[in-house]
């Protein structure tokens, strides 16, 4: 079977944009080869700093052939009493390019139809590559794009050429000045020029010839590997960091790691601040030892092969040298000043124009985070307090101005020093957590309250000044920090009021917030609703649970889970199908209906007095069930009620003439549909 091979050849692209247009360009030519009807066994996405690369194996060398089935006009309109063929029917068939006595009748739900059916052909998948791959090209996502000359396409970066084979020939196309071709280029420092290509396999060697490793998982595993081997040969091992990983493989087409090293003296800096210094400017990986201490020494991945590697091993290590000699600085004058101390200081850095300074933003989750603690637990009063106070005092430091992404890890670290406790420190540096979505979450319970709080303030100072993320633009990160408080809360198992904790926090932003604090709180909660469906959706929790479990209320997020959770158990129970139906019933014909007291008086059948009996009997139990938040036992008692509620249906007419008798009913059914309402809207459920 043919394979098609595609390179485009580009100026050095960014090392974050790589991994998602991989994943793009994977899933545009499975879904272009999907609909136009070409079968194929593999698809692959390649790449590195200077080339996007896709691969299809197996690929039909045409499109499937297909069934056509045009429905024409009604048989009765086609064909006259006699059964021959009126206008209509001749004008169809002329129309379809067919002749009448090839014309079908067949049933449709609105009767019987004429049509017309018709073999298509399939196209050559090599006449359609030419229209698949520029649109695919042009299709790939990018966090910015940008143009070229005069020329009006847009892409991460200049395109410089375009290789394109099917089946060993070149797939013509344009692409703004750029033509397809067979040509494609190896490393640009070390393997000048251009080479021809026949196949991938021919592809793949001449590349590594040319100093290229085209696969990123190849890259990723030499590096590791190599890396390793140079930091053993100083008695250490890799300080393992996959997200420097990510980014450094798709930094480099020919990865070679070199070792340097640093002054010993400078191992007395805190080991967050080493790692720091090598990883975020220079890209260097840290070496440990067997029990995990910093070594002084570090690897680095050259995108080069170089003549003398002492000489870059130099070169890395008098620029780490000036980068390790300011943060030892900076380390001796922070400590000159105890971090409590720094707290009035922050009454000059603007945290936003219209939120305030950062000082305000202390004192609003301060009192947040005491609300928290009132709460979740009060006797960690007066841990939370301090470290509130303390938690942004190392934004104005020396060091976490040199070094951003220390914030919280120095305030950890200046707090230990100023003789904070121990519990003070660590929420420092856990309020900021989680930095990632899905990443590491507050070990303590005062750095989850304060992380609760400084998340809770972002947001609703966000949304209440207008600042509500639309599409991919989030500047403020609100969907991380969204998430990261409802897996917090669910980690912690934290029965909050998502409501209440809302309110206190738009009051203290009242002087600051420029909109209706309903509206602000709809919105919030709303996206809300957005992440938490999301979330228990990718824990597998069909989506019409997580419709059923979200229609009745989530203000407790840690109830929704285990309403969502045993709902999803029950729908797999073999006799849930008929409960639910039977719910769908009651919901259906009471949800108009106001309820009011039932009256036994009005009783004309057993069934109606046995649904009562069976109401109070097992739905006094369900109740009890649902207040200790044991929804699986709750669920086990309302199935009881399935039996009654279908003897009711059969043995009276609901809608009775009587206007007492069928107010009274009603009331009985919605009595039953409160109780399931307290667990989840069952007709959201899906029923076969």
């Excluded at 000045?177 to 592809?203: E, T």
């Excluded at 040969?233 to 070199?258: A, C, F, K, R, W």
């Excluded at 599409?471 to 403020?476: E, I, L, S, V």
Aim: a neutral charge.
């Amino acid at each position: 079977m043919p394979e098609l091979l595609l390179e485009i050849g580009t100026e050095e692209i960014p090392s974050g944009f790589i991994p998602r247009a991989l994943e793009d360009m994977k899933a545009l030519l499975e879904r272009e080869f999907q609909s136009n009807r070409l079968s194929f066994n593999e698809v692959k996405a390649l790449g590195t700093p200077r080339r996007l690369v896709l691969t299809a194996t197996g690929v039909a060398p045409s499109q499937e052939r297909r069934l056509l089935e045009v429905i024409g006009p009604a048989k009765h309109i086609a064909f006259d009493g006699n059964g021959q063929p009126t206008k209509a029917a001749q004008g169809f068939a002329r129309g379809q390019g067919i002749a009448v006595e090839e014309l079908h009748i067949v049933k449709t739900e609105r009767g019987e139809y004429v049509c017309a059916r018709k073999e298509e052909h399939g196209e050559e998948t090599f006449n359609l590559l030419p229209l698949i791959l520029p649109r695919l090209i042009s299709s790939i996502s990018f966090p910015k794009s940008m143009r070229w000359m005069d020329l009006e396409n847009t892409f991460a970066r200049p395109i410089h050429w375009i290789m394109a084979l099917f089946d060993g020939k070149i797939v013509p196309f344009q692409i703004g000045n750029i033509s397809s071709g067979n040509l494609s280029r190896g490393h640009r420092f070390m393997a000048r020029g251009s080479f021809q290509v026949k196949n991938l396999g021919d592809y793949i060697r001449k590349l590594k010839n040319s100093f290229v490793i085209i696969n990123p998982e190849e890259r990723k595993e030499y590096i590791l590997a190599e890396a390793n081997k140079a930091a053993s040969e100083v008695s250490g091992q890799l300080l393992i960091d996959n997200d420097l990983l990510e980014i450094v493989t798709h930094l480099v087409e020919y990865p070679v790691p070199i070792r340097g090293s640093f002054s010993k003296e400078f191992l007395s800096l805190p080991r967050e601040v080493l790692i720091s210094a090598m990883r975020e400017h220079q890209r260097y990986f840290s070496i440990v030892d067997a029990e995990g201490n910093l070594l002084p020494f570090f690897v680095t991945i050259s995108n080069t092969k170089p003549k003398n590697p002492n000489v870059v091993a130099r070169g890395n290590e008098r620029v780490l040298q000036a980068r390790l000699s300011d943060a030892k600085f900076f380390f001796l004058e922070d400590q000159k000043v105890p971090l409590i101390q720094r707290l009035q200081g922050l009454k000059k850095v603007v945290y936003h124009s219209k939120l305030g300074t950062s000082y305000e933003k202390v004192m609003r989750l301060s009192q947040l985070a005491d609300f928290l603690c009132a709460n979740i637990s009060p006797d960690l009063s007066e841990i939370v307090k301090r470290a509130s106070l303390l938690c942004k005092g190392d934004l104005i430091t020396g060091m976490v101005g040199e070094f951003p992404s220390l914030q919280g890890i120095m305030g950890r670290v200046y707090a230990r020093l100023s003789g904070e406790k121990e519990d003070v420190a660590q929420a420092i540096y856990e309020h900021y957590l989680p930095v990632t979505a899905g990443g590491e979450l507050p070990s303590s319970h005062p750095g989850a309250i304060l992380s609760l709080a400084d998340k809770l303030d972002t947001i609703v100072g966000c949304f209440g000044i207008n600042l509500i993320p639309t599409g991919t633009a989030d500047p403020y990160a609100l969907r991380r920090q969204t998430l990261g408080i409802i897996h917090l809360i669910l980690e912690r198992r934290y029965f909050l009021s998502l409501s209440s904790l809302l309110e206190r926090s738009m009051e203290l932003l009242s002087e600051k917030i420029e909109r209706p604090p309903q509206e602000i709180k709809a919105d919030v909660l709303e996206f809300f609703r957005g992440r938490l469906q999301n979330l228990l959706n990718s824990q597998g929790l069909s989506a019409d649970v997580v419709e059923a479990a979200l229609a009745v209320g989530f203000d407790d997020l840690v109830d929704l889970q285990e309403r969502a959770k045993a709902l999803h158990d029950l729908k797999k129970a073999p006799d849930f199908e008929p409960l639910a139906i039977a719910f769908k019933r009651v919901v259906n014909i009471s949800k108009t209906h106001i309820p009011g007291e039932v009256d036994i008086r009005l009783f004309e059948s057993a069934c109606e007095s046995g649904l009562l009996e069976a109401y109070e009997k097992f739905g006094k139990k369900a109740e009890e069930k649902i207040i200790q938040k044991d929804y699986p036992s709750a669920l086990k008692e309302l199935s009881l009620l399935r039996t009654p509620v279908d003897e009711f249906f059969n043995g009276v007419l609901v809608m009775a003439e009587d206007e007492k008798v069928k107010n009274n009913r009603l009331s009985l059914l919605c009595k039953i549909a409160k109780l399931f309402f307290k667990v989840g809207d069952f007709s959201k459920i899906t029923t076969v």
